[in-house]
């Protein structure tokens, strides 16, 4: 009976020890755009650091602004696009990074630095780069797609998909009327409006990630859609999916890590950004997600057919036609609200 009773004692005491290290293990919130990373790197980051990752997706840049600003100090990192990293600082929601403990932004390239959203990236460090471009199935289209006004022509009518993006539609929109996709001017934002409600017939559907799975399967002819997603289809299914960048321009999206002012787990959060910028870590998400890395380091190491793709990593003429979002107000969002409202 001594025997039993002392076995057991030890096992309580084992069992008590084991929640207590539980209790005490580190966790870090990510919240990251869906699709924007490459499978096993979350599960490596944590066998490396003994950090447990728990791991959401957003599909929209205003979607993760609302649901932090509810979270509290819920998340530790979230990856908001340019002008998103600009109205989180403003607004005294990021907090400041310590360089000091991400020695690989030495890896990063020059040009995605110290950007207007962000100078001197005292809140943000970037991640990852795209551009919104169309992808077209050519078994639905008997032409070569190159202009963004493709998407308005009336004999695509029920063929059309458009990101569920207030921002990326209104601006690629705006880029094919020949204005700024940072223009304020109230009268352009609305001819950009209206263009979008007469659009209306052509759209089968408003989405994100799901868009480009309409186009490989052949529910749409064509779709808006982020550089990796329209990438990663042609890679996909060679033969009859093509992704072009608009003769007229894009946007040039800078996704970046930032850790939010309420973290409760800051320098873990630097040590998984640091972890990220890292040359093997980089490469694998390079390859796997089809976004452009700002990483120069990892560029170097990948082959010769993605590094040279310009539909990954845009020539020069094609960036002197792309922007960077740093603007918004509330002329953009009475826009969005009607054209998702209009029949």
Same mark, same amino acid.
């Given at each position: ?6 076995? @057991? ?18 966790? *870090?919130?990510?919240?990251? %755009? ?7 790197? +979350? ?22 602004? /609302? ?34 403990? +991400?020695? =690989?932004? @030495? ?65 690629? /929109? ?7 996709? =940072? ?8 001819? @950009? ?98 976004? /452009?890395?700002? =990483? ?5 190491? *990948? ?11 845009? /020539? ?18 009475? @826009? %969005?609200?009607? +054209?998702?409202?209009? =029949?």
């Amino acid at each position: 009976m001594k025997k039993l009773i002392s076995l @057991a004692l030890c096992f309580l005491l084992i069992f008590s020890v084991m929640g207590c290290s539980n209790s005490n293990k580190k966790v *870090l919130y990510v919240y990251n %755009w869906g699709n924007f990373i490459a499978d096993g790197i +979350i599960e490596q980051f944590e066998k490396e650091t003994g950090i447990k990752v728990v791991y959401e997706e957003y599909d929209d840049n205003e979607n993760m602004y /609302t649901k932090v600003k509810a979270a509290g100090d819920m998340y530790d990192i979230v990856v908001p696009s340019d002008y998103m990293v600009k109205k989180m600082s403003d607004e005294g929601m990021l907090a400041p990074i310590n360089k000091e403990n +991400i020695p =690989n932004l @030495a890896n990063l390239e020059e040009r995605y630095l110290n950007m207007s959203f962000d100078e001197g990236n005292k809140y943000s460090v970037p991640y990852f780069v795209g551009t919104v471009g169309i992808l077209y199935n050519t078994d639905l289209v008997n032409e070569d797609i190159t202009k963004m006004s493709s998407m308005f022509d009336s004999k695509y009518a029920g063929k059309v998909c458009m990101l569920h993006s207030m921002r990326d539609t209104i601006g690629m /929109t705006l880029k094919m009327l020949g204005y700024s996709m =940072n223009d304020t001017n109230k009268s352009h934002i609305n001819a @950009a409006r209206d263009k979008l409600i007469k659009q209306k017939p052509n759209v089968k559907a408003y989405g994100t990630d799901d868009l480009s799975r309409k186009v490989l399967d052949g529910t749409a002819a064509m779709a808006l859609v982020y550089s990796g997603e329209g990438i990663k289809a042609v890679t996909e299914q060679p033969h009859n999916m093509r992704f072009v960048i608009p003769e007229e321009g894009s946007n040039l999206a800078i996704d970046s890590f930032v850790i939010l002012k309420d973290s409760k787990h800051k320098e873990e959060a630097e040590q998984f950004i640091n972890f990220m910028l890292r040359e093997d870590i980089a490469l694998k998400n390079a390859k796997e997600t089809g976004y /452009t890395t700002p =990483n120069k380091v990892a560029k170097e190491k *990948l082959p010769d057919d993605m590094k040279n793709d310009a539909s990954r990593y845009p /020539t020069e003429d094609i960036l002197d036609k792309c922007e960077v979002f740093y603007s918004d107000n509330k002329h953009y969002v009475e @826009a %969005w609200d009607l +054209i998702l409202a209009a =029949n």
